[in-house]
């Protein structure tokens, strides 16, 4: 299996689990709020965790679907020599803005999880020693699950996390930014071999409109 399949396999059963959860817990909360008048106190938090991963993870795997919404109009009316040159260029003002993305999620995931931010203001130019250790920051009220309890003695120093600790959904930030880069670089690939011409271009107006006469006719 390459690279690229085990990124879309995982985005895919990632997305999929997530929106499963969402809608069971969402359930659950409904039925125990209105059957036996009682909550779950963190069934909103989790499931604002878990949209945050939906759409972090979703960022990337919609340029795998090419399902991100794209202006071409200018592009449409060039030649295709100029089509792979806007196409080059459009494509690499996004892996520079994913990478600035990556560092800055790294920068604010890292205190949470133990770990030095970068320094410089654009680009990398090393780790801070002096970062605050934000390793014992708490979500509000999700509960710390026993299966995970391996990471106290590493980021809280043997002390017991009361709730779940932040660093873990805040994960996504550097996740969702690295996939982002790498589908990019992927897409950026094929414009510059040739086989395409444009990064994204979704078309959803369009494609209405063009279903639209037929269904009418029906």
Not at 46 to 73: E, N, P, Q
Not at 107 to 134: I, K, L
Request: hydrophobic share 50%; proline share 4%.
């Amino acid at each position: 299996m390459s690279l690229g399949e085990w990124a879309e396999k995982f985005e895919e059963r990632a997305i999929a689990v997530i929106l499963g959860l969402m809608v069971i817990v969402t359930f659950i909360n409904v039925v125990m709020r209105y059957g036996f008048s009682a909550s779950f106190i963190w069934s909103l938090e989790i499931t604002l965790v878990l949209f945050s991963w939906l759409v972090l993870l979703g960022m990337s795997y919609c340029v795998k679907k090419r399902a991100h919404l794209g202006v071409d109009a200018l592009v449409n009316i060039v030649s295709r020599k100029w089509k792979r040159i806007l196409g080059i260029a459009a494509a690499a003002v996004c892996v520079a803005y994913a990478f600035l993305l990556f560092k800055g999620a790294w920068d604010y995931w890292a205190p949470f999880a133990g770990m030095d931010s970068t320094t410089g203001r654009w680009f990398p130019t090393g780790f801070d020693e002096n970062t605050r250790d934000r390793a014992w920051y708490e979500t509000e009220q999700i509960p710390m699950p026993d299966f995970l309890r391996f990471f106290e003695p590493m980021l809280n120093e043997g002390e017991r996390y009361e709730k779940l600790p932040r660093f873990i959904p805040y994960a996504i930030l550097p996740i969702g930014a690295l996939l982002l880069i790498f589908r990019l670089l992927r897409a950026s690939v094929r414009i510059v071999s040739g086989r395409e011409t444009v990064l994204i271009a979704s078309h959803e107006v369009q494609d209405a409109i063009d279903r639209r006469p037929e269904e009418d006719e029906n």
